[in-house]
């Protein structure tokens, strides 16, 4: 009896990993169709997903305000050690909030390692 409940499992998941697998093909195919990805879904299915943070409570900024803050200040750019004198932060978290708000478009380079704000 016991054997028989275990080959019953084994098959409902064999059925339950065919048909994964058919949906990754259909989100492949719709992707390329897009044109948004020409990555296989498995790839996009496995990267973590990016949380968008709530604006901080009363009033407070958070770390990459403080940082934007001392970037749009500055007419001429600010670089990195710049950045990690005024804000105490070191050069790892520096560089990548940096980069975010590079990417965002909050920021740009003027020339390298020399970042204005965008207006």
């Known amino acids: 009896m016991e054997e028989e409940h275990k080959m019953t499992i084994n098959k409902d998941l064999k ?21 948004k990805t020409g990555k296989p879904a498995a790839k996009v299915v496995k990267t973590k997903a990016v949380s968008k943070k ?3 409570k009363g009033g407070q900024k958070t770390d990459t305000d ?16 710049t950045l990690m004198k005024k804000t105490g932060f070191n050069q790892k978290k520096v560089r990548n909030m940096l980069n975010r708000t590079y990417k965002q478009g909050k920021i740009k380079r003027v020339e390298k390692g020399i970042y ?3 207006q």
């Open 15 to 35: 059925a339950i990993g065919i048909e994964l697998t058919k949906l990754v093909k259909q989100i492949e195919n719709l992707a390329v169709a897009l044109g």
């Open 66 to 81: 403080k940082l934007l803050a001392i970037i749009n200040r500055s007419k001429k750019g600010v670089d990195t050690a």
């Open 54 to 56: 709530a604006p901080a």
């Open 116 to 118: 204005v704000g965008v």
